[in-house]
C-alpha cells in the first residue's frame, strides 16, 4: 500500500504516455488564456490571437438547430452522418465547384479536427511520413503523432506566398512517405494555393503520397475563389466543416470527402472513436448550406473590411506584407526587426500593451520573426489595436541584421 498521496502521485505520473508528456502547448490558447485572467483582472485586452468567427451562426441554422432539437433529434445517427446532411454537402460542392462528389463519399464527423484524426488514424503505421509547410497549422504535428507518424516539415518562402515548392516536395518523399497536407486558405498566413501550383502538386505525389486538403476556410476569400483539390484529383481527401464559413465553431460538426476505399476504414474508426456525430447539430448545418447565403456575404464583407485595415495600418508602422493574404481572417507579419523571441515578444505584447497576438512559432520553427493578427474582431477593436501596436513598436529599438 502506498504510503501517501505523494508517493501515488509520483507514481501515476509515471504512467503518463510520452506522447502526451511531449506535445506542445498551443500557443494560440496559452495567450486567450492569459488574456482571459488579466481581463477578470480587470485589464483592457483586445483579442487578436484565436482563430474563431466573432458572428454569431447563421440564424436560420440556429432556428433549423432549435427545431431539430424540439423533434428529438437527440440521439445517436448513422456513423458516418444524416444521408440529408451528406446529399447537402454533395450539392454544395456542385455549387461551389462544379463536382460530383457522391454522398456516399462523405463522412460528417465531430468538426474538421475529427476529420483529420480519422482520415490519418486510417492511412497512417508507426513511422508513416506525413511532409507539412513549415510554416503550418498548430495542431497537424499532433493529429500525426497521435498515431506515431512522422511530420516532415519543408520550408517555404514569404515570397512565393508560403506555398510548397513542388520540387522540394520529391526530394522529401520517401518509401515512408503517406500523405502531404495541403491548407488553402492557409492557417496562419491568409495566402491560397492556386490550381497550378496544386496540379504541380498532384504529379510531384502522384502513386506515393494522398494529398489531405483541410479547406476548412473555403468561402473566406476576399479576391477571386479557393479552389479544392477535387478539381484536380479524385484521389485525394478533403478535410472541411462549418466552424469558419459558417461561424458555428460551437456546434462541433466537420466532414471528409474521401476516396471510395477509405469510406469503410474511416467509418469503422469512427463507430468505435466517436459512435456517431451529433444529431441536431447535422441539421443546422443542412440549413447554413442551404440558406445561409445572404449571411455569410455579409460576413465576408466585413472581414475584408477587417483585413484591409490591418494591412494599412501595419504598413504605416514600416510592416511590409510581402503576399497579401486573401483568404481565411489572418496576417502573418514579420517582426523579425524588434525581436529574436517572437514567443517572448507576444506575451510582453500582451501584458504591455493588451493586444493579444499569437506567436509565429505556433506554427513551426518556420514562423519565428512571424506573428500571426486574426481579424476575427470588430473595426472598431481592431483600430484601437493597432494605435496600441504602433505606440508599442516606435518605443522598441530595432534589431541591425547585417
Wanted: glycine share 6%; net charge negative; aromatic share 8%.
Amino acid at each position: 500500500m502506498l504510503a501517501s498521496i505523494t508517493e501515488y502521485q509520483t507514481v501515476a505520473q509515471n504512467k503518463i504516455s510520452k506522447r502526451a508528456t511531449d506535445m506542445p502547448p498551443f500557443l494560440a490558447m496559452e495567450v486567450l488564456e492569459k488574456a482571459s485572467a488579466m481581463e477578470r483582472e480587470g485589464r483592457s485586452v483586445i483579442h487578436l490571437e484565436v482563430g474563431e468567427p466573432d458572428f454569431d451562426s447563421p440564424p436560420m441554422a440556429i432556428e433549423a438547430g432549435i427545431k431539430a432539437l424540439r423533434e428529438g433529434r437527440t440521439h445517436y445517427t448513422h456513423s458516418l452522418g444524416h444521408p440529408e446532411l451528406r446529399e447537402a454537402i454533395s450539392a454544395w460542392q456542385k455549387r461551389q465547384y462544379g463536382l460530383d462528389v457522391s454522398p456516399d463519399r462523405v463522412v460528417v464527423t465531430m468538426g474538421s479536427s475529427g476529420a483529420m484524426l480519422l482520415a490519418f488514424a486510417a492511412t497512417l503505421d508507426p513511422g508513416s511520413e506525413v511532409i507539412l509547410t513549415d510554416p503550418h497549422y498548430a495542431c497537424y504535428p499532433n493529429f500525426i503523432t497521435a498515431f506515431e507518424g512522422v511530420p516532415i516539415r519543408t520550408q517555404v518562402r514569404e515570397t512565393d506566398g508560403f506555398q510548397y515548392d513542388p520540387n522540394v516536395v520529391r526530394d522529401a518523399i520517401t518509401d515512408r512517405t503517406r500523405s502531404l497536407v495541403l491548407n488553402s486558405p492557409a492557417n496562419p498566413t491568409g495566402t491560397l494555393t492556386t490550381p497550378k501550383r496544386m496540379q504541380e502538386l498532384v504529379e510531384a505525389v502522384e502513386g506515393r503520397a494522398t494529398i489531405v486538403s483541410d479547406e476548412v476556410y473555403h468561402g473566406l476569400v476576399y479576391k477571386g475563389r479557393a479552389s479544392s483539390i477535387l478539381e484536380i484529383t479524385d484521389k485525394a481527401v478533403v478535410v472541411s466543416g462549418f466552424s469558419k464559413l459558417f461561424a458555428m465553431t460551437g456546434w462541433r460538426l466537420g466532414y471528409a470527402i474521401v476516396p471510395e476505399y477509405l469510406v469503410r476504414p474511416i467509418q469503422k474508426l469512427q463507430q468505435n472513436l466517436f459512435i456517431s456525430p451529433p444529431d441536431y447539430p447535422q441539421f443546422a448545418a443542412i440549413a447554413a448550406l442551404e440558406e445561409s447565403t445572404d449571411d455569410v456575404a455579409k460576413m465576408i464583407t466585413e472581414y475584408d473590411k477587417r483585413r484591409r485595415l490591418v494591412l494599412l495600418r501595419l504598413a504605416e508602422m514600416g510592416l511590409s506584407v510581402l503576399t497579401e493574404p486573401i483568404g481565411a481572417f489572418y496576417v502573418f507579419v514579420n517582426v523579425a526587426q524588434y525581436t529574436n523571441d517572437v514567443y517572448k515578444f507576444a506575451f510582453e505584447v500582451l501584458e504591455k500593451i493588451g493586444v493579444a497576438i499569437t506567436p509565429g512559432v505556433d506554427f513551426g520553427p518556420g514562423g519565428e520573426g512571424y506573428v500571426r493578427i486574426s481579424y476575427a474582431n470588430s473595426i472598431e477593436n481592431i483600430e484601437e489595436a493597432m494605435r496600441r501596436f504602433s505606440d508599442y513598436i516606435s518605443s522598441l529599438p530595432t534589431i541591425d541584421r547585417k
